[in-house]
């Protein structure tokens, strides 16, 4: 589903899409690369479900490096290069005052005035890239919530801002269950998802047969709150 103001993926959009589905996508996080996983709840899970991922900074995004990941997550970033909210309570800590010196070389390294050009710069190219990537999901589950709605309270406002429906999954999942039930018995990922860790393999291979058995029977799961409440 598309909006008015949303255009269709291009064919090598759609071709990415297509490899997406059968080989793990490469995964980026913005991050300035001296932060730990715990700094941030999605770089946390990545790292404990053993899922790979690479850091990238300003050099990486202006040198077009973000063209070789499939999957870009911005870690808390405040991209007017007023050095974030911590600038005033922190403003005589070594980590901070590092961190602020590092943005200047940055800049002057790629030719900008000040920092603030340089974060307008970054911010520029990431929006290339989202924009490349096809129709939002966000956008999508917009359109989910808003859509011939002219009822609303400044309370019904809020909840549909916290919906928590999955929009994003509505492809991929359908299409993860069928891939799943297609497999022959003997096949390795249906007897074991991860030899090489051995319980944690198993583990997860009982939370993915789980989770495929609900599935199949409530649609439902492609709430979050829903799945939050399994427990997965």
Same mark, same amino acid.
């Given at each position: 589903?598309?909006?008015?103001?949303?255009?269709?993926?291009?064919?090598?959009?759609?071709?990415?899409?297509?490899?997406?589905?059968?080989?793990?996508?490469?995964?980026?996080?913005?991050?300035?690369?001296?932060?730990?996983?715990?700094?941030? /709840?999605?770089?946390?899970?990545?790292?404990?479900? =053993?899922?790979?991922?690479?850091?990238?900074?300003?050099? =990486?995004?202006?040198?077009?490096?973000?063209?070789?990941?499939?999957?870009?997550?911005?870690?808390?970033?405040?991209?007017?290069?007023?050095?974030?909210?911590?600038?005033?309570?922190?403003?005589?800590?070594?980590?901070?005052?590092?961190?602020?010196?590092?943005?200047?070389?940055?800049?002057?390294?790629?030719?900008?005035?000040?920092?603030? /050009?340089?974060?307008?710069?970054?911010?520029?190219?990431?929006?290339?890239?989202?924009?490349?990537?096809?129709?939002?999901?966000?956008?999508?589950?917009?359109?989910?919530?808003?859509?011939?709605?002219?009822?609303?309270?400044?309370?019904?406002?809020?909840?549909?801002?916290?919906?928590?429906?999955?929009?994003?999954?509505?492809?991929?999942?359908?299409?993860?269950?069928?891939?799943? =039930?297609?497999?022959?018995?003997?096949?390795?990922?249906?007897?074991?998802?991860? =030899?090489?860790?051995?319980?944690?393999?198993?583990?997860?291979?009982?939370?993915?047969?789980?989770?495929?058995?609900?599935?199949?029977?409530?649609?439902?799961?492609?709430?979050?709150?829903?799945?939050?409440?399994?427990?997965?």
């Amino acid at each position: 589903m598309t909006t008015e103001n949303e255009k269709e993926p291009s064919n090598q959009v759609q071709d990415s899409r297509r490899r997406f589905l059968k080989t793990a996508g490469k995964i980026a996080v913005y991050t300035p690369g001296n932060t730990n996983p715990w700094d941030d /709840a999605v770089t946390l899970a990545l790292t404990y479900a =053993d899922i790979p991922y690479d850091e990238i900074w300003d050099p =990486d995004v202006l040198q077009g490096k973000l063209r070789d990941y499939e999957w870009l997550h911005l870690h808390h970033e405040d991209f007017t290069g007023q050095y974030s909210k911590f600038y005033i309570s922190y403003a005589g800590s070594s980590w901070l005052q590092d961190a602020v010196k590092q943005q200047q070389e940055i800049a002057r390294q790629f030719g900008y005035a000040d920092v603030p /050009a340089l974060k307008k710069a970054v911010a520029e190219e990431i929006r290339k890239y989202v924009e490349n990537g096809g129709p939002s999901a966000r956008g999508q589950h917009a359109v989910r919530v808003l859509e011939n709605r002219k009822d609303f309270t400044l309370d019904g406002l809020v909840a549909a801002a916290y919906d928590s429906y999955l929009t994003w999954f509505e492809k991929p999942l359908p299409a993860l269950i069928k891939a799943y =039930d297609a497999l022959p018995a003997a096949d390795p990922l249906a007897v074991d998802l991860d =030899d090489r860790h051995h319980k944690i393999g198993r583990t997860r291979q009982k939370r993915l047969v789980r989770f495929v058995s609900l599935f199949r029977r409530e649609q439902p799961l492609l709430d979050l709150n829903a799945l939050i409440a399994r427990k997965f």
